[in-house]
């Protein structure tokens, strides 16, 4: 989902014509918080708005050369939750018994 959002003709040519430095640092910040809240801490899940603010901040990173393009993951394993993993885990444990 997040690939296709980045691949949006529109958001890009949207993002083309934004020259306001306030915006541009309200769109990083807006993202920014975005991501900390359901990617980072898993505090709350995402919504389509989060989708759209973290991939609008990305975007400007890459237009402005302060990200690079990274493939994730690199280790071509898939970061799990804590919890998830004892889960995992546990029901292993209980099915070899």
């Excluded at 020259?19 to 769109?27: F, G, H, N, P, Y």
């Excluded at 809240?37 to 603010?53: A, I, Y």
């Amino acid at each position: 989902m997040f690939a296709q959002q980045c691949q949006c003709k529109e958001l890009t040519a949207h993002l083309a014509y934004i020259q306001d430095e306030d915006v541009l640092e309200t769109i990083k910040n807006v993202g920014t918080l975005a991501f900390q809240e359901v990617c980072l801490n898993r505090t709350r899940p995402m919504q389509l708005k989060d989708l759209l603010s973290i991939t609008r901040m990305v975007a400007l990173g890459l237009r402005d050369r302060s990200r690079t393009q990274l493939h994730f993951p690199q280790d071509h394993t898939q970061s799990i939750p804590n919890h998830i993993k004892r889960k995992r885990e546990s029901k292993a444990r209980d099915f070899g018994r």
